[in-house]
């Protein structure tokens, strides 16, 4: 069964705007990571945020983890049109195996 | 050149044939993973790897089976392929210590017939 559940399952933007994307999940964590999954390719590590940490940044990506609510989000600043993808939470419970359970992705389009 | 490859990059089979599907890596991690994706969804995780005695179960094991032949090779196998095992198949890597992320392949798209 799959962790996370995110929300929307599809989001059509214009360029320039911003895209929040958000992941809720059920069990406790030690860490939440974001991928990117451009079409026919496999997924890319966007940023990882650590069950003790509220909020992390990385260039036009922010990205927020409430433990409490059990849920994350992920804002890309200024969008691109480059920026068009599926985007994937994934959940790390054990901190040994750190094997991620994924959810199920929200496809991000960005309208010229 | 790509630091997790996967081969082949696409396959059709009927049902009932063995299938194998090959991961190499020149990043020189010790974990490697297998993964399944289905139209609309999450990966799952088939099984995982932390060295080449070490090999686990993931969540969706059945009918399926691997080898880690060497530290950069991890092959997952299909033993009799059957149409609902048709999907893109994704292999990762990562390193040991907590918090790492993970590097993925390309993917092979399996159909089965």
């Known amino acids: 069964s799959q962790q996370g559940e995110e929300d929307p399952q599809a989001l059509s933007i214009q360029e320039g705007e911003n895209a929040t994307m958000n992941c809720s999940y059920k069990t406790s964590i030690n860490n939440l990571q974001w991928y990117r999954q451009n079409s026919g390719r496999g997924l890319v590590h966007l940023i990882l945020i650590r069950s003790n940490e509220r909020e992390k940044h990385s260039g036009r990506l922010r990205v927020t983890l409430d433990t409490s609510k059990k849920s994350s989000s992920l804002l890309i600043t200024a969008s691109r049109a480059a920026d068009t993808a599926s985007y994937f939470c994934?959940?790390?419970?054990?901190?040994?195996?750190?094997?991620?359970?994924f959810g199920q992705g929200t496809r991000l389009t960005i309208n010229p | 050149d790509a630091d997790v490859t996967q081969t082949p990059r696409n396959r059709i089979t009927k049902t009932g044939k063995r299938i194998m599907l090959e991961c190499s890596q020149t990043k020189g991690h010790d974990r490697m993973y297998w993964y399944r994706q289905d139209p609309g969804l999450g990966l799952r995780l088939i099984y995982y790897s932390f060295d080449v005695k070490d090999i686990n179960k993931g969540e969706i094991s059945d009918g399926y089976s691997v080898s880690r032949q060497a530290q950069a090779k991890f092959s997952l196998s299909l033993e009799s392929a059957i149409p609902n095992q048709t999907a893109l198949y994704f292999c990762a890597t990562s390193g040991v210590t907590g918090g790492q992320p993970q590097h993925f392949g390309d993917g092979t798209r399996l159909s089965i017939l």
């Open positions: 994934a959940t790390v419970s054990d901190q040994g195996a750190q094997k991620l359970v």
